[in-house]
Each structure stands twice: as C-alpha cells, then as structure tokens.
C-alpha cells in the first residue's frame, strides 16, 4: 500500500505551496513508511507527492515520483501491475523499450503510457491502482483508477486549487481546505451505512469511479471511461 496526493493551482509554485505538498502526503504517511517524495512543475502549478511501501523493486530505482526517459511524463503511483512482466517483454519485442533502470511495474506502467498512451495502456493493464500522471507536453493532468476500485482515489477543486490524494484527509491536510459536510451524502451515510460514488462526505470533493480517468487543465476537468 502507497500513498499519493497533489495538486494543480492557478498559478505557479511557491515555497509556501511546496510545503503544503509536504503536509498532504505527510497525513498519508502510514501508507508508505519506507520513502517519500515530492515533484514540481512550477510554473505550471503542479505538485505531485508520493509515500511508498516497497515491494517488487526495493531499489532507489524504484522510488517515485517518477518521470519518464523521454521526460515528458511524471507519474505518483499506488497499487500493482500484475502483467507487468508482460507489457516489459512486449515493449521489448516492439524495439521501443527504454533502457530500464530497475525492475519496478511503475517503470514498466510509464514505458507503456509513452508508447501506447494512456486509454490504451489501461486497456492491457491488469493490476490494482490509483494513479496521477502529469504530461508536460500537453500541460494535463491525469488520475486514473482500475477497474473494480481496489485502489482509492479522491479529488476536488478548492478555491485555487484541485486537489487529489488517496485519503481524504490528504487533501484536508492543504491550508487552502476550506468546504462543508454534504448533508444528502450523510443523508447516504445514515441509510445505506456509507456514501455511494462519487460522493463523499464533503461537498465538491468525489470519489473517482472504478475503471474510470479524470483529464485535469486549468480552468476544466472531464472525466472518461476507457473503451
């Protein structure tokens, strides 16, 4: 079990947002005891955070957040890639692979979204995940869940802010948090003993759907389903 969380502002990074992203992951910090990590695209006001339980690559290769050997993608990942031996040696066959650092399924899950790109990716992808991935080329912002929701993953946008994380008290760790409880979702609660998707507890913060992705650019977000 990791842990990652971020955000997307209407402008640039400061130190003061710097630290704000030290603060959400910080709240998540039981589910990554082994590292953690921070990246920024500051004039872009993007800041992606990653806790990390190690698992199949204990290496410093492995360690997130995690950009790609082009350099146009960023990734903050949780969850596991099972056929991830698979989609090495089928990029390996297509002559497209990188020169792999390490053994991790990230590494690999990353390799196959700048080949085949996202929606296709997630279709050959079998695993259980939660994950954010920052295009620099295209200046957008993806999360992206699988298909039963194993993997936890909350978003919504807070004055300047879209906030994203695994749990919700990530985001409630950015000073910006400032929202009420959503009395028809406690409505939820109080009758079916939770709060069905995408509602939370809180208002204008949701729950990604299961085998759904969230497209994010300033100013507009859109969601979709892979084909």
Not at 46 to 57: E, F, P, Q
Not at 104 to 128: C, K, P, Q, Y
Not at 133 to 160: N, T
Not at 172 to 191: G, K, Q, V, Y
Request: charged content about 25%; glycine content about 10%; proline content about 5%.
């Amino acid at each position: 079990m990791c842990g990652i969380a971020g955000y997307i502002g209407d402008e640039g990074i400061d130190d003061r947002s710097a630290e704000s992203l030290d603060a959400m992951i910080g709240a998540i910090a039981h589910r990554g005891p082994d590292d953690a990590g921070t990246w920024f695209d500051r004039p872009a006001g993007v800041g992606l955070g990653h806790r990390r339980l190690s698992i199949l690559d204990l290496s410093p290769a492995g360690r997130q957040p995690m950009v790609s050997a082009s350099g146009r993608y960023v990734i903050i990942f949780n969850g596991e890639i099972y056929n991830h031996a698979d989609l090495r040696m089928q990029l390996e066959r297509s002559g497209v692979a990188p020169d792999w650092r390490g053994h991790s399924d990230t590494e690999v899950f990353l390799a196959a979204i700048e080949h085949w790109a996202i929606e296709e990716t997630l279709r050959r992808s079998n695993g259980m995940f939660a994950f954010a991935l920052w295009d620099r080329q295209k200046r957008s912002l993806y999360l992206a869940r699988d298909r039963l929701g194993e993997k936890p993953l909350y978003y919504g946008r807070i004055s300047r802010y879209f906030l994203f994380g695994s749990e919700l008290k990530a985001m409630r760790a950015h000073p910006s948090f400032r929202t009420e409880l959503d009395r028809d979702a406690l409505a939820l609660f109080l009758r079916h003993n939770y709060v069905p998707s995408p509602r939370t507890i809180w208002r204008g913060i949701y729950k990604l759907p299961p085998a759904h992705y969230l497209e994010v650019r300033r100013g507009a977000a859109g969601v979709g389903k892979p084909r």
